[in-house]
């Protein structure tokens, strides 16, 4: 990727070539170097490094005190950063995969979500929720979910879900620093798949701001995580016909309406895309939000390209399940050919 398109939020003096575990074990380190109130606790974090290294070396720069290997207790870990995070301290929680986020689920519904409305804003929950994330690397079940929707449904949390490594070294930062809980979810396919350059300063990428990675007149395509891949893929394909706005949204919750709408106004036309199973999807508030609020603006009805109704399968069906690009083109040439 040119990196000389990207805002950086300080001038860069030193680039690196990084994958997504590589940033983001930067952007912790940093972190941890800069506020000692910065902790890290979870399964296997400390002396092995986490199940896909990304917290690699933190326990011996840092020690057993503020990388904390934990039980296999999801709801304790959860728990427990809640009280951390209560009492000053910035805990920053691992799940080693997404399908073992549900066993935290009361956790952070009925407490982490509510701190702030239940003291009258005399407590915060500053804590950040990390986890591996999404399909695409043929892994055993309850490996490779796509959770986002039960948080997103949650008032109090914040969802962030990163795409490159830039913008996962800038979004774990600024996820750190907020002052209310982050669940930052991180697309395990993306770990190792792409690398970029990013600097090796401290610099934040702020939550609440999509990313028009690329820009069209024809179609909006939206979508973010793992899917980013597909969507671009099939824009490139499609470029000697169709023009295509691609927007990575970064940070779900908060959503950046103002660029979304921007786009769809231009565009007329929209392709949202998830990994996750349709019913109840982000893609469906995304695309009731665009048609509350530009109907009229619309010279198709709004496509999602999703997973499907049922859990993710095992290897041989995992790319079928997953959306690709051919399925990405055909809801593309959908609605510019309405």
């Given at each position: 990727m040119d990196t000389s398109k990207l805002n950086f939020t300080v001038m860069p003096t030193k680039l690196k070539i990084m994958n997504m575990v590589e940033a983001i074990n930067l952007g912790l380190k940093q972190e941890m170097a800069r506020d000692k109130k910065v902790i890290i606790l979870g399964e296997d974090v400390g002396v092995d490094g986490g199940v896909f290294r990304v917290t690699d070396g933190l326990y011996k720069l840092f020690g057993p005190e503020r990388v904390i290997d934990t039980p296999l207790a999801e709801s304790a870990i959860v728990g427990a950063s809640i009280g951390l995070a209560a009492g000053g301290m910035k805990p920053i929680a691992e799940i080693q995969f997404d399908g073992f986020m549900y066993s935290a689920l009361d956790q952070l519904i009925s407490h982490a979500s509510r701190i702030r409305t239940r003291s009258?804003?005399?407590?915060?929950?500053?804590?950040?929720?990390?986890?591996?994330?999404?399909?695409?690397?043929?892994a055993l079940e309850h490996h490779s979910e796509s959770p986002e929707t039960y948080f997103l449904h949650t008032p109090g949390l914040k969802v962030v879900i990163p795409s490159t490594p830039y913008d996962a070294k800038g979004l774990i930062v600024s996820s750190i620093r907020d002052p209310d809980p982050v669940i930052f979810l991180e697309p395990k396919k993306l770990y190792r798949?792409?690398?970029?350059?990013?600097?090796?300063?401290?610099?934040?990428?702020?939550?609440?701001?999509?990313?028009?990675f690329r820009e069209g007149s024809d179609v909006s395509i939206i979508t973010y995580g793992a899917m980013m891949r597909p969507c671009i893929d099939a824009a490139e394909k499609l470029k000697e016909k169709i023009s295509c706005e691609v927007i990575d949204l970064r940070t779900l919750k908060p959503l950046d309406e103002q660029t979304v709408f921007r786009s769809v106004n231009k565009t007329g036309r929209v392709v949202i895309v998830q990994e996750a199973p349709k019913t109840c999807g982000f893609a469906a508030e995304i695309s009731s939000r665009i048609t509350e609020n530009l109907l009229l603006s619309l010279e198709a009805p709004v496509e999602r390209v999703t997973g499907f109704d049922t859990p993710m399968p095992l290897f041989?069906?995992?790319?079928?399940?997953?959306?690709?690009?051919?399925?990405?083109?055909?809801a593309i040439e959908k609605v510019t050919g309405f």
């Open positions: 009258r804003g005399r407590f915060s929950c500053q804590m950040v929720l990390r986890a591996p994330y999404s399909g695409g690397v043929r798949s792409i690398k970029q350059q990013v600097p090796q300063e401290e610099f934040t990428v702020p939550l609440g701001k999509a990313n028009v041989k069906m995992e790319n079928y399940y997953l959306p690709d690009t051919n399925r990405v083109i055909k």
